[in-house]
């Protein structure tokens, strides 16, 4: 699969360099030349009747890539088989077709043809599999960083890093001909020759396409001169091959990097230092390097080798590849959790800002309902003024007539008594009074206390809402304890709305306390009025016994004209005779005094 990969990369530069009108079509004299050109550098039997007949239908038009690309599954790319061919000369055609039209050399650009083709090799290497074909700026910067790294002089790119900066660079991606015009005008700006990037170029074209993960000379021991030769080793994932020069023609041998085999490092003898030893299941090849760096990069470089082998990969940089992809991938996955999660923070926030506006308003509304219940406060304890004003004006009347009483009625213990039981269940009701308007005042410091518990509250949710407002800053750094953290402002938020809901049923209660408070008031100011009924009822009486008027005798007094004369009756009489109801004067003032103080007060109204 990554071999077909990489070569419908090639073709498909090939394919649109033959559609010079940019209209995704080709001629089919076009595709046959090029369908010709790809058997044979594919090493596959050409069948020219397989084209006229899956184009049949389409003789006289150009032919689309969709159309094109049946075939070429079909019959090419189905048909390859590893190892039957050399990719580089697949890439050299692709490349010689595709460069006409798109790149030309001219004297402002220093990148020769070959190292343009191995650029672009690279380019394909590290593009992931989209059409068309695109280079994101991490991968370019991490090419270019690549062969500025093998090279004397370091390649800084500026033009490279402005044209990474690009809106437009950044979402759809890096072409290879707009990458290889960058890389010329840095190598331009940097005064560095053909050869140098050259050098740097092929070697990173080896290590990345051709699969080199370390090449260099070394010293050899044999196996049956048992002498020690300098050789040039190429290591790749699953050999070991070394030379006798660095041109890699003439092949000395090859040592299979598997599963079977281990690298040691072994002790300087034979006046060789810095060796090592590659074991394989029938051999043992002694090897020595320049220095301890050297023999360290090769064991690991080996190391890697078998890492890879074992892993079954035949590419290293394909790794890496997939490594990047996957960390660019966790990044943007990240990106997007981070804005998501920037997003929900402002949710929360506009959240929490009307949470707080609510709060004002809450605020508003109690401070509106303080101030209404202060005023119904002193309403109220106005109106208890002028009822124990009214209280104690009675006590001083009662008061003032059981003394008249017991002045005018001495004779009359048994009435005196009563009096003095109606005057000391006066007093009585008058102590429940008392009691009442403690207890209700101690109501209405419970109540204050209630309300100042609910104003502590409301101060200590504020203070909770500062800190909230502290933690979102830091929520900006601890992202992974966000949801914790709201799940416990929500918990101390309905502990708050609980503590509220207990401070408004205290309330209740002590208004329903307060209002059988008032009921024991009425009903004490009831029987007040009853007990001054009777004390004016039984004074009535007690004139009447005083003053008795006879048969013809004038009235004393302009108070007894309306009074109609009344006989005396005897002791027997009366003795005989039912009480005698009072006249109709004396009932319409007794009716009157009693209508007097039968009115209700303000207070008992209300």
Not at 22 to 50: C, E, F, M, T, Y
Not at 508 to 513: E, F, G, I, N
């Amino acid at each position: 699969m990554a071999l077909r990969a990489a070569l419908l990369k090639s073709i498909w530069y090939a394919f649109t360099s033959l559609d010079t009108e940019d209209s995704g079509k080709v001629s089919k004299s076009q595709l046959k030349v090029l369908s010709h050109n790809l058997h044979s550098v594919l090493r596959i039997p050409h069948d020219p009747v397989a084209l006229e007949r899956h184009f049949s239908d389409d003789d006289d038009g150009p032919v689309s890539s969709q159309g094109y690309m049946p075939y070429l599954n079909q019959f090419i790319l189905d048909k390859v088989i590893e190892g039957t061919f050399v990719k580089e000369e697949v890439d050299e055609l692709c490349w010689t077709l595709s460069s006409k039209k798109n790149y030309r050399s001219d004297a402002q650009r220093v990148l020769s043809n070959q190292d343009a083709m191995r650029l672009w090799c690279l380019f394909n290497f590290l593009a992931d599999d989209r059409y068309p074909l695109t280079l994101v700026p991490e991968e370019a910067e991490y090419l270019l960083r690549k062969i500025s790294s093998v090279m004397p002089v370091e390649l800084t790119c500026v033009e490279l890093e402005e044209f990474l900066s690009q809106d437009a660079v950044q979402k759809d991606g890096l072409s290879v001909w707009s990458f290889l015009d960058v890389v010329n005008a840095a190598a331009v700006s940097r005064g560095l020759d053909a050869e140098s990037i050259g050098v740097a170029v092929e070697k990173v074209y080896r290590e990345m396409v051709g699969n080199v993960l370390k090449e260099g000379y070394l010293w050899k021991k044999g196996h049956l001169r048992r002498n020690w030769t300098e050789r040039w080793f190429c290591l790749k994932p699953g050999s070991l091959s070394y030379f006798i020069s660095e041109d890699c023609k003439d092949c000395k041998g090859v040592i299979e990097v598997d599963q079977n085999c281990c690298v040691e490092v072994l002790s300087d003898r034979d006046g060789k230092r810095c060796m090592f030893c590659v074991k394989t299941l029938n051999k043992t090849f002694e090897i020595s390097a320049p220095d301890s760096r050297q023999r360290q990069e090769w064991i690991t470089a080996i190391q890697t080798a078998l890492r890879l082998s074992a892993d079954g990969r035949v590419s290293l940089h394909e790794e890496l590849k997939e490594r990047r992809r996957e960390l660019r991938e966790e990044r943007e996955r990240r990106r997007t959790l981070r804005a998501e999660e920037t997003r929900r923070l402002r949710e929360l926030q506009g959240e929490r800002e009307e949470q707080l506006a609510e709060l004002e308003l809450l605020k508003e509304a109690q401070r509106q309902a303080q101030a209404s219940m202060q005023q119904e406060e002193q309403r109220r304890r106005s109106q208890h003024e002028e009822l124990q004003k009214t209280l104690q004006r009675q006590l001083q009347e009662a008061q003032e007539a059981r003394a008249n009483l017991r002045a005018e009625v001495a004779v009359r213990d048994l009435e005196a008594e009563h009096q003095q039981r109606r005057i000391r269940e006066l007093e009585d009701l008058h102590r429940r009074l008392q009691e009442a308007l403690e207890q209700q005042i101690r109501a209405r410091q419970e109540e204050e206390t209630y309300r100042y518990t609910q104003t502590r509250l409301l101060a200590e949710e504020e203070e909770k809402v500062k800190s909230l407002l502290t933690l979102q800053e830091d929520q900006e750094e601890q992202l992974q304890q966000t949801q914790r953290e709201k799940q416990e402002l929500l918990q101390e938020m309905e502990k708050k709305s609980q503590a509220l809901e207990e401070a408004q049923h205290q309330l209740d209660k002590v208004r329903a306390s307060r209002r059988r408070v008032d009921q024991d008031i009425a009903a004490a100011q009831r029987k007040l009025r009853q007990a001054s009924t009777s004390v004016k009822h039984w004074n009535v009486q007690m004139n009447r016994l005083m003053h008795p008027i006879g048969p013809g005798e004038r009235r004393a007094s302009s108070s007894n004209l309306l009074a109609p004369p009344v006989r005396i009756p005897s002791v027997s009489e009366s003795e005989s005779r039912p009480p005698q109801k009072p006249n109709s004067i004396q009932c319409e003032n007794m009716d009157c005094s009693d209508n007097e103080n039968n009115e209700p007060t303000d207070a008992e109204a209300e």
